[in-house]
């Protein structure tokens, strides 16, 4: 079984790091500044729907999650952020003839990440910046959870048990109409419970384009931005007991059409991201779509 919120849960954090009032990518991380003392809060909401199965088992799997970020700018050019997932996962299946289906919610593992711009340009109409990051994830979900059918797969588990690392570096610019994001991001999983997820890489690219108003006056109380959103993910084989599975990882591209409604103070967003191309491994479940919809408030 393929599908995982560790891969929809991390890019979470990293849409909040930016407090000005502009639009940032939904599906993966900014390298526009968070000013010095200023805290950021974003609350997502996030579902994931996985339906088609190429196995006979007619696997079907859901994931409803409340995804709650904290940022905290300690200089002009390092941030620290935190990100805390609750999550209700439910999975149905035909197994020997039989319908079963398995659930669990809870708090997820806690994310810590930090962030340091390495360069910047600032022009009289546009602005551009580089930035590294580095994170963890922690194993503060549980991972040992169980039902009558015995004890639940990794990927219904809240957490995973195991220590996670992942870092990389995003390119931002931004002008008064447009703005543009490209990211790489490498995630190197711990092992729990005789289980390791596969490692992940991903390659982003996003534009976002201000829609309204067409031109800049005084009085105007917000800005409306659609953008448009590219992920091309790449995720190794789980390893359980040692061994690879065979029915895990592969190469996912998707494209995310999003809308924010930006102001001072206060971020609307939305956008639903879709494979448009799935080569995954075996009979590794394939994704349908994940929406994804929220704010941010800069305190």
Do not use: C
Not at 238 to 248: A, I, L, Q
Not at 267 to 295: C, K, M
């Amino acid at each position: 079984m393929n599908p995982s919120f560790r891969g929809i849960v991390a890019p979470a954090i990293l849409g909040v790091w930016t407090s000005a009032a502009i639009a940032a990518p939904l599906t993966f991380n900014t390298a526009l500044p968070v000013s010095t003392d200023e805290w950021i809060v974003r609350e997502q909401f996030i579902y994931m729907k996985s339906t088609d199965d190429p196995s006979p088992m007619k696997r079907r799997m859901e994931v409803s999650a409340l995804v709650t970020t904290l940022g905290y700018g300690v200089t002009r050019d390092f941030a620290v952020f935190g990100m805390l997932p609750y999550a209700d996962k439910r999975l149905s299946m035909n197994a020997g003839g039989r319908d079963a289906s398995r659930s669990r919610a809870g708090p997820g593992d806690l994310i810590l990440m930090g962030r340091y711009t390495a360069h910047e340009e600032n022009g009289r109409r546009y602005t551009f910046r580089i930035a590294p990051f580095l994170g963890v994830k922690t194993p503060t979900g549980s991972d040992g959870a169980s039902d009558s059918l015995g004890r639940l797969p990794p990927p219904l588990q809240p957490g995973s048990g195991s220590w996670d690392w992942q870092g990389g570096a995003v390119a931002s610019w931004q002008t008064l109409e447009w703005g543009g994001d490209i990211q790489f991001a490498h995630r190197a999983n711990g092992e729990a419970n005789r289980f390791r997820a596969g490692a992940t890489s991903r390659l982003d690219l996003s534009v976002q384009r201000r829609l309204w108003p067409r031109t800049l006056g005084e009085g105007v109380p917000g800005f409306l931005y659609g953008g448009l959103e590219a992920n091309l993910v790449h995720v190794g084989k789980n390893r359980m007991r040692g061994e690879d599975d065979p029915n895990s990882g592969g190469t996912t591209l998707y494209l995310t059409p999003t809308v924010q409604y930006v102001t001072r103070k206060w971020v609307l967003e939305a956008g639903i991201q879709i494979p448009v191309s799935q080569r995954l491994n075996g009979t590794a479940l394939e994704n349908d779509y994940i929406l994804t919809t929220g704010f941010r408030l800069n305190l």
